[in-house]
């Protein structure tokens, strides 16, 4: 049992809020104008919104698909186009960013200035809602954000080279999981810090400070419905992981949404897999929506993140839309299915 005094200290010691942590860490940034954190407090804005929403996808006539299909002929779910108006709206209105590309609209968007012009530096790109296929079952999906400078000159419309920049450059990615508590994580380039919300509130408080991958862990998360349809380096490592020696055989963990997975590894030690396969040649998951903002977050979590072979940061994107094979989770874990990999040649239509 706390007395009175000691749950007051305890409250107070985990009272930091992520506004008050975006005001604090204004500073770190290389270019400190406060745009930056403007930029972060919008997307926290949109996060509670949105989370509002999925927590009553149930009630109201909001689920099931929409008539739209994005650009990579999949039916968008009416909650994905909810919580990308959400994001662009929150984006939009602030007069923060020169551009903005989703992964639910075929083409980026300019953004105009306070001042009708375009001086503003940041592009945004984001899956609004990751996970899709989970929306309509009541499990976790997520957002996800990756925030770059931009490279075009300042004052001139944005183009797509701004977009198209690789994912070393990032200045800041995060996401929001909309689990059984909802949490926004998010790096600016010094570590990972998770914040949870209270809901009764609408408030995010640091609940995960300095957040970090165990080197190992026992857990792999794939696809394996798809298995033979995986190269043969990814079927090696999966016989590797359910082998009887020392640590192993792993645990297989897959819920299909791509933050709730990573999440999950990055508190608990494993690795995730999204291959190219003779299904799906080039992968599935988007190199500028998905897989770069999680590589950088990983690798900021002291863990790794590749298409198998190098490094998911050091690719150089030529398409907004481009698909990459992913391999991201503990760093011992990710080499361990690179050593794999290698052993096999490249696939050659990646
Ligand atoms: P989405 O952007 O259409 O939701 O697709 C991305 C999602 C990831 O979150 C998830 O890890 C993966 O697709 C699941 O794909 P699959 O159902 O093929 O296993
Ligand atoms: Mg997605």
């Not at 909810?82 to 984006?91: G, R, S």
């Not at 408030?203 to 998360?221: A, Q, R, V």
């Amino acid at each position: 049992m706390y007395s009175t005094t000691q749950t007051f200290t305890t409250m107070k010691k985990n009272n930091i809020t992520l506004g008050e942590f975006i005001i604090d860490k204004q500073t770190e940034f290389q270019y400190s104008s406060g745009e930056l954190s403007k930029l972060i407090n919008s997307i926290r804005l949109a996060a509670k919104v949105v989370n509002y929403e999925v927590n009553k996808a149930g009630l109201v006539d909001i689920l099931g698909a929409s008539d739209n299909i994005n650009i990579q002929g999949e039916q968008q779910q009416k909650l994905d186009v909810y919580a990308n108006e959400v994001f662009m709206q929150a984006l939009i209105n602030r007069e923060i960013v020169c551009g903005i590309a989703s992964e639910e609209d075929d083409h980026y968007i300019t953004i105009k200035g306070k001042n009708n012009d375009h001086n503003n530096k940041y592009v945004v790109l984001m899956d609004p809602l990751d996970g899709s296929s989970n929306i309509d079952v009541n499990v976790s999906v997520g957002t996800i954000f990756s925030i770059y400078r931009r490279i075009s000159p300042e004052g001139t419309p944005v183009q797509e080279i701004d977009f198209l920049q690789k994912g070393s450059q990032q200045v800041a990615a995060g996401y929001v999981v909309y689990g059984t508590s909802t949490m926004l994580v998010y790096t600016t380039g010094h570590g990972v810090n998770g914040f949870t919300l209270n809901p009764a509130i609408g408030t995010f408080y640091l609940s995960h400070p300095n957040m970090e991958y165990p080197k190992d862990g026992t857990i792999y998360s794939i696809n394996e419905g798809n298995y033979i349809h995986f190269p043969q380096g990814v079927k090696d490592y999966l016989k590797y992981c359910q082998k009887e020696e020392g640590d192993r055989p792993y645990t297989s963990r897959y819920i299909g949404s791509l933050v709730s997975d990573f999440h999950r590894n990055m508190i608990k030690g494993g690795i995730y897999i999204y291959p190219t396969s003779t299904k799906a040649p080039k992968g599935k998951l988007r190199l500028l929506y998905e897989a770069n903002p999680m590589a950088f977050l990983a690798e900021q979590a002291k863990g790794a993140a590749t298409d198998g072979y190098q490094r998911i940061l050091d690719i150089q994107p030529t398409a907004l839309h481009q698909r990459v094979p992913f391999f991201c989770g503990s760093k011992n874990m990710v080499a361990k299915a690179g050593e794999f990999m290698k052993l096999y040649p490249q696939d050659s239509s990646y």
